[in-house]
């Protein structure tokens, strides 16, 4: 599934939210260029930390397009909304700006953590509607979940959880 694919039509989550669907493709274009080149630049050296980066603009879509789908309640909408807010943000627990594109492992790391409690509310195939990853999205999800301790740094991975407390 391609990034235009999916809910894209306007609702009262995206007026919200005030992240339009230009505003979110731009931002998914945007960090998809600069982790492919941060990742071409490291090569072998980037380890496993880069096929969770390359899920970055993909996680972001995804809680976007879900916060955008009327089939999914006004309660996860909150959440969804907080995570893409959470990716939007220059401040989070490893900013982008200190730490270049390995910044998102911690976005992807919370986006899997929503999308896990998501899943108690939302079919799993309107998730999968909206994933455009090449994983399954609960398969890489239960990767996220089981590898976010090596992924971040225990205490980011504290903030994050309690993120849901």
Known sequence: MSPGNGAGKSSSALAKSKVSRADAFRFYDRIRV????????????????????MAAPDMFILLWRLANDP????????????????FLSP?????????????????????AFIVSRLLADVDPEIVREHWSGREDILAFVHRVMSSSDRLVNPRVLKGLKRFFD
Request: net charge neutral.
């Open 71 to 86: 089939r999914v309640a006004s309660k996860s909408k909150l959440l969804l909304g907080a995570g893409v807010a959470y």
């Open 91 to 111: 401040l989070d627990l490893l900013p982008e700006f200190l730490f270049g594109p390995i910044g998102f492992l911690d976005d992807v790391v919370l986006g």
């Open 34 to 53: 600069r982790i492919s080149r941060y990742l071409a630049e490291k090569g072998p050296a980037a380890g496993s930390a880069g096929e969770f980066l």
